[in-house]
T-cell receptor
Framework: EAQVTQNPRYLITVTGKKLTVTCSQN?????MSWYRQDPGLGLRQIYY???????DKGDVPEGYKVSRKEKRNFPLILESPSPNQTSLYFC?????????FGQGTRLTVV | GQQVMQIPQYQHVQEGEDFTTYCNSS?????IQWYKQRPGGHPVFLIQ?????EVKKQKRLTFQFGEAKKNSSLHITATQTTDVGTYFC??????????FGKGTSLLVTP
């Protein structure tokens, strides 16, 4: 089954404690991206990757890092989370013919 | 940068009424995509429009792309309770970023 898998689905953490949200896709897509969704602000792109070892900033990259060492994986790293990063995060793969989204990760930073 | 505006923000209809959401871009788009997100779910790709003036139908849903490729609309005929959710348009320009509108949340009461 074609899918994008994110883990964890829910996470509560404390300010400053590094965390990683994993994302994996099984469709061999070259393009992957991360979004955050906040009430009233819609979906905003954090980072995207055109292919292995190729990443670029989206609209709201501050406070986030990504890596693309393998085609199927695109982890999102928060080196020092802050409360303003409390949000719903989505990973997606593919672009030009429609994006496939993961189930989402609801992150709370206290 | 490219901005995508979507109206209305909310729409509450009685089951059986029609519904339309509109999307406008500040720049010419190479394509526009539409997504639906059910409450508590993730965005799901509905359709992509590429050609100027293009009209596509999916059962009760009709999608249009403007002649100038800067605006689009989604029209639902005779809404059903299963249509509840948030509908997003997302514009793709010549770059590699999908810019989402803020979405229209549709509530359908029986």
């Amino acid at each position: 089954e074609a899918q994008v898998t994110q883990n964890p689905r829910y996470l509560i953490t404390v300010t400053g404690k590094k965390l990683t949200v994993t994302c994996s896709q099984n469709m061999n897509h070259e393009y992957m991206s991360w979004y955050r969704q906040d009430p009233g602000l819609g979906l905003r792109q954090i980072y995207y990757s055109m292919n292995v070892e190729v990443t670029d900033k989206g609209d709201v990259p501050e406070g986030y890092k990504v890596s693309r060492k393998e085609k199927r994986n695109f982890p999102l790293i928060l080196e020092s989370p802050s409360p303003n990063q409390t949000s719903l995060y989505f990973c997606a793969s593919s672009l030009w013919t429609g994006a496939f989204f993961g189930q989402g990760t609801r992150l709370t930073v206290v | 940068g490219q901005q995508v505006m979507q109206i209305p923000q909310y729409q509450h209809v009685q089951e059986g009424e029609d519904f339309t959401t509109y999307c406008n871009s500040s720049t010419t788009l190479s394509n526009i995509q539409w997504y639906k997100q059910r409450p508590g779910g993730h965005p799901v790709f509905l359709i992509q429009l590429v050609k100027s003036g293009e009209v596509k139908k999916q059962k009760r849903l009709t999608f249009q792309f403007g002649e100038a490729k800067k605006n689009s609309s989604l029209h639902i005929t005779a809404t059903q309770t299963t249509d509840v959710g948030t509908y997003f348009c997302a514009g793709l320009d010549s770059g590699y970023a999908l810019n989402f509108g803020k979405g229209t949340s549709l509530l359908v009461t029986p």
